[in-house]
């Protein structure tokens, strides 16, 4: 039986170190700040955006949410990430997906300040870290790495799957391995024998979307499988439950570890973005980043 990687756990420990180093600036003067920007009333996207909010006060940040209604021009919000961009109190900025139609994603994202990028969305922030600069790293694939590093340690020589080969996920996580020394295969929809692929990977990153896809007849015995999948299947009786991409039952049979759906990946992504402010706040002010936290030095 496989061994359980409690995301939830090692997010409720990242945040103590978080709120340690926060505390620590806080005696210079400096209070790091995480701005969240939501447009609009889709229900998901308000619940994220509250804990967001709620876990940024715990660390000791200052959080600053500015919800707009629905019908909030491009202008409008340009505008207001001019502001945050330029608000010393601010430190890092999220602007909340997806956004309403009138909205486009990619010049609002692109409008962000790339050294108050949280998400790591940013071009510059992206063309940093795939050629070895430094730039803020996406939130997921940042959480998943940090988990990787704490059960395996040295993944040299490793060979990895991803799974999916989304800018937000796939791609910045194959990069993340790239630079731990795996052999990294990026495998998607259209790969060919793809269980085959799968059956190779001492470590398997699954970011695809699709519920369950993975059985746990893909899976290499002993291998690590990080699930970042969240799929509401629905219930006979009503209702509906949340999924991974893999099929845990099966897979934690024959894999070393496992992260589950849900308490695996998701709250490592909330636990990075205050992260990623708190590497913000540290080069914003020109002090070192400690060196504890991983692709920032």
């Not at 979307?209 to 969240?230: H, L, Q």
């Not at 299947?233 to 496992?258: C, N, T």
């Amino acid at each position: 039986m496989a061994q359980i990687i409690d995301g939830k756990a090692f997010a409720a420990n990242l945040r103590q170190d978080i709120a340690k180093e926060v505390d620590a600036l806080k005696e210079k003067g400096i209070t790091p700040g995480l701005a969240v920007v939501l447009v609009g009333e889709d229900p998901a996207s308000q619940v994220y955006v509250r804990s967001k909010g709620k876990q940024t006060v715990e660390v000791g940040m200052s959080s600053f949410s500015h919800k707009l209604p629905e019908s909030t021009t491009q202008e409008e919000l340009l505008n207001l990430i001019n502001k945050l961009n330029n608000d010393d109190s601010v430190n890092g900025i999220l602007v909340q997906l997806p956004l309403p139609a009138q909205i486009d994603s990619d010049t609002v994202l692109n409008s962000i300040a790339p050294e108050k990028d949280a998400d790591g969305f940013h071009p510059m922030n992206v063309g940093l870290f795939t050629t070895g600069g430094i730039g803020s790293v996406p939130c997921t694939p940042l959480g998943c790495l940090m988990m990787l590093k704490d059960h395996l340690g040295d993944m040299s020589g490793k060979r990895a799957l991803v799974l999916g080969r989304s800018n937000i996920v796939g791609k910045p996580m194959g990069t993340l391995l790239l630079n731990e020394n795996c052999t990294v295969t990026m495998a998607h929809s259209r790969t060919a024998d793809l269980e085959e692929e799968c059956r190779r990977a001492d470590i398997l990153v699954a970011a695809v979307g699709r519920p369950e896809m993975v059985k746990g007849s893909w899976i290499k015995p002993g291998a690590t499988v990080i699930d970042v999948g969240i799929n509401r299947v629905d219930k006979e009786d009503g209702g509906y439950r949340l999924v991974g991409d893999v099929e845990f039952a099966s897979a934690s049979e024959v894999a070393g570890a496992i992260t589950p759906v849900p308490g695996g990946v998701g709250p490592m992504t909330i636990a990075c973005l205050l992260l990623n402010t708190l590497i913000s706040t540290y080069r914003q002010n020109n002090l070192p980043v400690p060196e504890w936290i991983p692709v920032a030095n």
